[in-house]
């Protein structure tokens, strides 16, 4: 079972005693994800802001690598 619960230490640590005193509960995990998440949010809007600022090319991708093209694999 899989529990998501936003809450301050308190309310963590009253969630974990009642863990360790039930005799149902074999084993828990508690994994803090707030700090991942407000990474991840910021790693999106910082991709957002940079698809924004680049040039919308006609015809697909743009083309890198001096104008070679390296689909074949020999680069001609």
Do not use: C
């Not at 963590?12 to 407000?38: F, K, P, Q, S």
């Not at 680049?54 to 104008?67: D, E, L, M, V």
């Amino acid at each position: 079972m899989l529990l998501e619960i936003e809450g301050s230490g308190r309310e963590i640590a009253e969630l974990e005693r009642r863990m360790r005193v039930n005799d149902r509960v074999l084993r828990y995990l508690t994994v803090r994800v707030d700090e991942d998440r407000r990474r991840a949010e910021k790693l999106k809007a910082r991709r957002t802001r940079k698809a924004a600022k680049r040039p919308q090319s006609q015809g697909g991708h743009a083309r890198r690598g001096g104008g070679l093209d390296f689909a074949d694999g020999n680069g001609e």
